[in-house]
Each structure stands twice: as structure tokens, then as C-alpha cells.
């Protein structure tokens, strides 16, 4: 396991960028949770964990005539700065189109101290 | 008839009704009955012709040419025309639907396609020797059009309803169309999206064109682009799971450019797009595509690759467009080398035998 930031340094709904053994790894904290994604976009290896996160919108089949009302879903995605493509964060699959997905890490948090598991 | 073996059903051919055949088939009650009579004083605003300028008093519409001497606005022409080319089945267009494109927002659509309909159940359309009809949608009236759905839906010689798409706006994703594809849906009858904007004048999209050869190349793909990016970006195929698509008189080579063009923005903006569940290529491969026009391509293995990334042979229904010039023959799939038997069985007939339900 290998430290790589203190809880207090990634606030709720908030992400960190981080270098593990030569690899930016994003840091993000879901309501408490903490999730980690390889800070490359699958797109054009943008710099995806420093896009901004926000609650995904979504949207059910109205009826007939209406257009549909767009929510907040309760999932969490990151944006990637470069072109858009948004990713969850619990589980690194696009938006979109779940057959494309960035690299996930485990991460494990101990005494106020956030570990990844690799 | 059928060619080696395979039966053939062309599915987009063009009958060459006119207004003086359908005119009986208004109510001799209804003020608009006046209205389509060609020479009467109330006869103001129903247009002969898409092509005002050009159009031919034979009916035919310049660049159309007749061939084999079929005359297309009988039906013993279109059994001569079957004959001749070997049609098992047939699937008629109106010619007169070309006109919708130029009409604005009144009665004109509704009046036309049900007169149209009457005429063609009557005189032409005939489930039992193989020939089936579509209805002009008249989208303008998506409350009449859904109606007209439901009133002649169970006609055993129609099998589809026909939508114009030149210059339709808003385009065919829009809410107010809903009733229209709900209609289908509990009619099972499949929705053609049929190109149309081929004419110098009145072309719809742009003006300044001075060519036929550019709007003829450009119309068709304007209608059919349009119609689809938004069909799939409103989640039609969303709402109304049950129901087939099928684009006619596009070509193929747009499709693939669709589907990844269509792509590359989803994949930046779908949460716009709220009722997708997929990528938009994803929807077009479950669409269905008339061959016609084939584009003419240096290499057979153009096409092929191009059929490989819309989803395969079974998306492919032959359509010969006669009596239009840029007609299709059987032989433009049949003579394809790359296509096993069994996949050019499908284009050329058992697709859509299947899709539409004959």
C-alpha cells in the first residue's frame, strides 16, 4: 500500500491529482468514499481527474408529446478538461458508453490517511 | 418471377399518381374536393409538380425517364413493371408525396394523403399479387397523420408509412411527431424516411445552386442526415422500443460517416441527450437502409466495408427508385461478388419480407 494524501485534502465531491511510482493518479472523495482513477482520459490521454465532477444528469421517457426532465442522478463524474468525456467515478466507465473505461485502483483508508492498494 | 432463385422485392418504387386520379377520391361534400381539381377557380394553391419548372405533362418529373415503355401510372403498368424486373413485390411511393416538402403548415398534406390512400386501395395497391403501398405521412397534422395511421393501418396492402423528410422542421425527433410513431408502433407498421430535396428550385435547405448534379447529390443527405441525428439525439427509438426505421433513397456511404460523426459528440455531450442509453452508431445499426442510389466507388471493397460498419447485410433492403433515373437495378446487388447467396437473398427480398411483415 502507498500513502498518498492525508483525508482532510480531498474535500467531499472533490478530487487530487497524485504521483504513484510515476503515474498521476486522481483522488476523489464521494460522500465520505474514496475512489481512485489513472489520470489519463481513454479519449487522447487527457488529464481526466482534473476536470470537474458533478452529478450525472439524467432523464426518463416522458410522455407522449412532453420532452423528458433532466435530474441529477445520485452517480458522481469527472470531466475531462480536454474534450468532455465524462467518466463515474466509483467505477471509471464513460458515461456514454460503459464498454469504455479508465483504469480504477483500490483504495483503503486508514486512520485519516488514504492508501493505494497497488 | 424472382432472379436465380431469389425472390425480389423492390422496396421503394415511385407510382406515378397525379392529382386527376386522386381528386375522385376527396368527398364530393368537401370544399378542398375543388381545390385539387386541376382548372377550377378554387384550385389556387395545390401544386402539380415539385419540379414547377421543369415537370413534364406526362406526370414524370424531369430528371425521371420512363423505361422499357412502362407506364407507371396503372396498374397494369406496374405489373408489366414487375414482370419485367423480375419483382415478386413492390412496394409503391406516392410521387405527389415529393410535393410535401414545399407545403406549408395546412390541410394540403392531409387532403392529399387521404384521397391518396382511397385511390390507391381502390384502383392499385394489391396485397394478393404482391403490391403494397405506403401511407404519405402528412406530417404538418401529426393529429390527422395518427388517425390516418390507425384508420387504414390494417389495410393488408399497407405495410409502412412513408415520411418525406425534405425540409421537415422542426426535424422528425421532435416532440410533436409523437403521435405519428405512436401510431405505428400500435400498428406495427415501420416508419421510411424517404429523401427528397433533389430539385434546383425549391431546393429547402440553401439557395444558389445552378446545378441538379450538386442539389440531387446533396438534398437526399440533407434530408436523411438531418432526420436521423435527430431522431437519435431525441431518443425516438427510446420512446417508441417496438418500431422499425428505415431510410430510403440515401445511398450508404452517409451512414457510417453518421454513425461516428454522431459518436464523437455523444461521447463529449451525452448527458444532452438524456434519453440515450447508447452510442448513436449503436441505434443506426438497428435501423434499416434502402440500397439506393449505390454509389459508384473505384473499388467493390469500399462497399463492402462500408455494409461491414453499419451493422452487416441484413440492414439492406434492394429499393430500384423507378421510374427515377438514378433507378437501381437487381443486378447492382445481385452481381455483387463479396455478398455470399444467402446475404443477397436478404437484401434483395427476405429483409424486407421480414421487417414488413409479407
Known amino acids: 500500500m502507498i500513502e498518498v494524501c492525508k483525508v482532510e485534502e480531498v474535500e467531499h465531491g472533490g478530487g487530487k491529482v497524485v504521483k504513484v511510482k510515476g503515474v498521476e493518479v486522481g483522488i476523489f472523495n464521494i460522500d465520505g468514499e474514496f475512489y481512485a482513477l489513472l489520470n489519463s482520459c481513454c479519449h487522447q490521454r487527457g488529464p481526466v481527474c482534473t476536470g470537474d465532477i458533478r452529478k450525472r444528469v439524467g432523464g426518463d421517457v416522458p410522455p407522449l408529446g412532453k420532452l423528458p426532465e433532466e435530474y441529477f442522478t445520485e452517480d458522481y463524474v469527472v470531466i475531462c478538461p480536454w474534450h468532455g468525456w465524462a467518466y463515474d467515478i466509483k467505477t471509471g466507465k464513460h458515461a456514454g458508453d460503459p464498454d469504455i473505461r479508465i483504469p480504477t485502483y483500490k483504495v483503503v483508508v486508514e486512520e485519516q490517511t488514504v492508501y493505494l492498494d497497488v | ?358
Open chain 2, 1 to 358: 418471377m424472382a432472379i436465380g432463385g431469389k425472390t425480389i422485392f423492390d422496396t421503394d418504387a415511385h407510382y406515378v399518381e397525379t392529382l386527376y386520379d386522386i381528386v375522385d377520391y376527396i368527398d364530393d361534400d368537401d370544399p378542398w374536393k375543388l381545390k385539387f381539381e386541376y382548372g377550377s377557380t378554387a384550385n389556387r394553391s395545390v401544386p402539380i409538380s415539385f419540379w414547377p419548372s421543369l415537370s413534364r405533362p406526362d406526370g414524370f418529373n424531369y430528371p425521371s425517364i420512363k423505361r422499357r415503355d412502362v407506364d407507371f401510372n396503372t396498374k397494369e403498368g406496374v405489373v408489366q413493371l414487375m414482370e419485367e424486373m423480375s419483382f415478386d413485390k413492390i412496394l409503391l411511393l406516392s410521387e405527389q408525396i415529393l410535393t410535401f416538402a414545399m407545403l406549408e403548415e395546412d390541410k394540403r398534406q392531409t387532403k392529399f394523403s387521404e384521397a391518396y390512400i382511397r385511390y390507391m386501395l381502390d384502383k392499385i395497391a394489391d396485397a394478393d399479387e404482391g403490391m403494397y403501398m405506403s401511407i404519405p405521412v402528412p406530417y404538418n397534422d401529426p393529429i390527422k397523420a395518427a388517425e390516418l395511421i390507425d384508420d387504414y393501418a390494417s389495410e393488408k396492402a399497407i405495410i409502412g408509412a412513408c415520411v418525406l423528410t425534405a425540409r421537415i422542421e422542426p426535424p422528425m425527433g421532435h416532440r410533436k411527431y409523437d403521435p405519428i410513431y405512436d401510431a405505428c408502433q400500435r400498428a406495427d407498421l415501420p416508419v421510411l424516411f424517404h429523401g427528397g430535396s433533389a430539385t434546383l428550385d425549391n431546393f429547402g435547405w440553401l439557395s444558389g445552386f445552378t446545378t441538379i448534379m450538386e442539389t440531387h447529390a446533396l438534398g437526399f443527405l440533407f434530408d436523411n442526415m438531418t432526420t436521423i441525428a435527430n431522431v437519435v439525439s431525441q431518443g425516438v427509438p427510446e420512446k417508441f422500443p417496438k418500431l422499425d426505421f428505415v431510410f430510403q433513397e440515401t445511398g450508404l456511404f452517409w451512414i457510417p460517416m453518421m454513425m461516428y460523426r454522431m459518436d464523437m459528440e455523444y461521447l463529449r455531450m451525452q448527458d444532452e441527450a438524456v434519453l440515450m442509453r447508447k452510442r448513436p452508431s449503436e441505434y443506426m445499426k438497428e435501423f434499416y437502409y434502402g440500397t439506393q442510389p449505390m454509389e459508384i466507388v473505384p473499388d467493390k471493397k469500399y462497399l463492402q466495408y462500408v455494409i461491414e460498419m453499419i451493422g452487416g447485410p441484413d440492414r439492406l433492403m434492394y429499393a430500384s427508385d423507378y421510374p427515377h433515373e438514378d433507378f437501381d437495378d437487381p443486378s447492382a446487388i445481385n452481381e455483387l461478388a463479396f455478398l455470399t447467396e444467402e446475404e443477397k437473398e436478404g437484401i434483395l427480398g427476405k429483409n424486407a419480407e421480414e421487417v414488413f411483415g409479407v
